[in-house]
């Protein structure tokens, strides 16, 4: 007797070969069991000769023509382009990703251009006191008396005239008789003195 | 990888590559053909194409999930291939579907179609239709996409698709039988 046959402690002894089969004896009987479930109950329903048989295969082929539908359209694609084509997309996602991007671009200069340039010209058509706005003249001299207050310049007294523009006849109507005698001995002192400092220097 | 998983990964940037290669490996047949049977010619669907999947990459993280990720990409390649049809019919200073028609007179020349008379016949009567009965027609007659799925890529009711398919259906019909 095989010692597999036979338990050790409880003494119980199986018939021969009985472990041997067992899993092939299952088995089968599984198979048995499921074909007996898988028949239909008494239903009076049949099916054609062979149906079962080529089901599997007629299956496929309808499968794969439903799966070949793009050929209804005629349509084909290059040799091998599906194989090709996962590369391109990446290599080309890798290319895009570093392109450098302006901080601005010219998209938002317009926007701001724009949007300055509506400001301003809506503050000169919008603003009824127009009258009131400085002239181009006025802040020339304005500008120019800011200029003279805040830098030291070397300016002569003509070229300061030829700025006012002060005509001829204008000039005839200056009395030079208004003048009192003590300015005009001032003035000279002054001018002497720097006079003097310099042919010293001389 | 299902498409909850699928969109989860995209979402993540770490594993977003892996999963845009799964998603390519997916998507990138159907999409092809929903293309070519807009733009006709293959190179410019190869463009619209990869157009197409470079927006999906670039803005996987707009993605709301409120339909499906496949709606979502088949709105996108929609889109873009009617940007680029009505693009080149500008530029020829043509209407869409004249651009289409001249195409698909060519059609018999190129390498990339292997059609019959019939199916060439068929591509004309189709490129004949309104833009968006095209769409409908090609869904629906050679992609067998639902009406519910066809709604969410197409932004219209099912009502609205169903007329627009029993209308395109009868003009391909009158073409078909007078050509």
């Known amino acids: ?202 | 990888m299902t498409e909850q998983e699928l969109v989860t990964s995209l979402k993540n940037p770490s594993s977003l590559n892996n999963a845009f290669k799964e998603l390519l490996k997916q998507y990138k047949e159907r999409l092809y053909w929903h293309i070519r049977k807009i733009v006709i010619d293959h190179d410019d669907t190869d463009d619209v194409l990869q157009n197409t999947f470079i927006k999906v990459y670039k803005n996987i993280s707009k993605f709301k999930e409120d339909s499906k990720l496949y709606s979502w990409m088949y709105r996108i390649a929609t889109n873009e291939a009617i940007t680029f049809i009505n693009q080149r019919a500008k530029k020829n200073n043509s209407a869409t579907e004249e651009v289409q028609q001249t195409i698909l007179n060519n059609l018999t020349a190129d390498d990339h179609f292997d059609g019959d008379e019939a199916q060439l016949k068929l591509q004309k009567a189709i490129a004949t239709l309104p833009q968006k009965q095209q769409l409908v027609f090609n869904m629906k007659y050679f992609d067998a996409i639902k009406y519910r799925e066809m709604s969410e890529i197409l932004e219209t009711s099912e009502g609205a698709l169903k007329a627009s398919y029993h209308i395109a259906t009868k003009k391909i019909e009158e073409y078909i039988l007078n050509n």
């Open chain 1, 1 to 202: 007797m095989n010692k597999n046959n036979k338990h050790i402690k409880t003494g119980f002894t199986t018939t021969d070969n009985y472990f041997n089969n067992f899993e092939e004896k299952l088995l089968n009987k599984l198979s048995i069991e499921k074909n007996e479930s898988a028949l239909p109950l008494e239903t009076g329903f049949a099916t054609p000769d062979s149906y079962f048989v080529n089901f599997e295969e007629k299956l496929s082929h309808k499968i794969s023509i439903e799966e070949n539908t793009q050929k209804q359209t005629g349509f084909v694609a290059p040799e091998n382009y599906f194989d090709n084509l996962d590369n391109e997309i990446l290599n080309k996602i890798t290319t895009t990703e570093t392109k450098i991007i302006k901080l601005f671009s010219k998209k938002q200069f317009l926007y701001v251009a724009s949007i300055a340039a509506i400001l301003v010209l809506s503050l000169f058509i919008l603003n009824p006191s127009n009258s009131n706005l400085p002239t181009f003249d006025d802040i020339e001299y304005v500008a120019f008396e800011e200029y003279l207050n805040t830098e030291d310049l070397d300016i002569s007294a003509l070229e300061l005239a030829d700025l006012y523009e002060i005509e001829t006849n204008e000039l005839d109507n200056i009395s030079f008789l208004n003048i009192e005698d003590e300015s005009i001995l001032e003035y000279l002192s002054e001018e002497t003195t720097s006079d003097d400092y310099y042919d010293s220097e001389l």
